[in-house]
C-alpha cells in the first residue's frame, strides 16, 4: 500500500522560499512517475510539477523557473523547492504518485494523494 506524507509548509512573504518534501513508502520514488498538485483557496487541483522514472519533469507555466522538481533516491523521498513565492502560490500542496504519462499535471493523472501541506504567501 502506498504512504505519502508532505512536509514543509508554511506562511511566507511574497518573494520568499520554501522546500516541501513527500517521504513514501510502499513504492520506489525512483522508479515511478510523481508529481506535485495545488489546490487554491475555492478552486480545484491543478498540477504543478511531475517527473518521471527516467528524470524528465513537466512543469505548470505558471512556476516555470520558480520551482523545482527533484527526489532523493537514497530517502525514496520527492522534494518541490519554491522560490520567488507569490500569493497566487497560496494553496494546499499534494505529493502524488503512479502518474499517467499523457496526464502528468492533471489530477485525473495519478492514483495515490498525500494528505496535503499548506502554503500561505502573504504580499
Known amino acids: 500500500q502506498v504512504h505519502l506524507v508532505e512536509s514543509g509548509g508554511g506562511s511566507v512573504q511574497s518573494g520568499g522560499s520554501l522546500r516541501l518534501s513527500c517521504e513514501a513508502s510502499?513504492?520506489?520514488?525512483?522508479?515511478?512517475?510523481m508529481g506535485w498538485l495545488r489546490q487554491p483557496p475555492g478552486k480545484g487541483r491543478e498540477g504543478v510539477a511531475s517527473?518521471?522514472?527516467?528524470?524528465?519533469?513537466v512543469y505548470a507555466d505558471s512556476v516555470k523557473g520558480r520551482f523545482t522538481i527533484s527526489r532523493d533516491d537514497a530517502k525514496n523521498t520527492l522534494y518541490l523547492q519554491l522560490d520567488n513565492l507569490k500569493p497566487e502560490d497560496t494553496a494546499m500542496y499534494y505529493c502524488?504518485?503512479?502518474?499517467?504519462?499523457?496526464?502528468?499535471?492533471?489530477?485525473?493523472?495519478?492514483?495515490?494523494w498525500g494528505q496535503g501541506t499548506q502554503v500561505t504567501v502573504s504580499s
Open positions: 502524488a504518485s503512479d502518474c499517467m504519462s499523457s496526464l502528468r499535471l492533471h489530477r485525473r493523472g495519478y492514483r495515490s
Open positions: 517527473i518521471d522514472s527516467v528524470g524528465s519533469t
Open positions: 510502499g513504492l520506489t520514488v525512483s522508479r515511478s512517475c
